[in-house]
């Protein structure tokens, strides 16, 4: 037990002394989807927009991605399938409150959650 508040501490401080590296989490990272209306291949289409809502600009933003599919294509650099990740952009900076927009069409819509980034440039 004191360990563990000894190793949070220590996080902490961390994140303190070297605060650009900190200075963004996950709800940093503001996904949103809307059903476009469009139907693709019979598959209701989804716009997606990830926005960086940090300080700090990202690099390295990954999704979860679990079981991803879709029947529209979607430009390898803003969306690659990694497995259960998704990298966006390459994994190039995206700036502070900059967004990237894509769309995909399945039924029924997946659940994209932010799995991780690196922040920068604060
Ligand atoms: C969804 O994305 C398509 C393609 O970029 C765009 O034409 C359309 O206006 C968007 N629809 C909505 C509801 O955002």
């Known amino acids: 037990m004191t360990g563990l508040v000894k190793a949070f501490v220590a996080t902490l401080l961390l994140c303190l002394a070297t605060e650009g590296l900190c200075a963004c989490s996950l709800n940093n990272i503001n996904i949103g989807t809307v059903r476009s209306g469009r139907q693709i291949s019979g598959k209701p289409e989804w716009n997606v927009t990830v926005v960086n809502n940090c300080q700090c600009a990202q ?16 430009d390898p650099s803003i969306l690659v ?3 259960d990740a998704c990298l966006l952009i390459n994994g190039n900076s995206l700036e502070k409150s900059a967004s990237v927009k894509f769309s995909y ?5 997946f659940l994209l959650l932010p799995l991780g980034s690196v922040s920068h440039g604060c």
Do not use: H, R, Y
Not at 65 to 72: A, D, I, L, S
């Open 105 to 109: 069409a399945w039924d029924p819509p």
């Open 59 to 74: 690099s390295q933003i990954k999704l979860s991605c679990m079981g991803f599919q879709t029947v529209e294509n979607i």
């Open 81 to 83: 399938k990694q497995g």
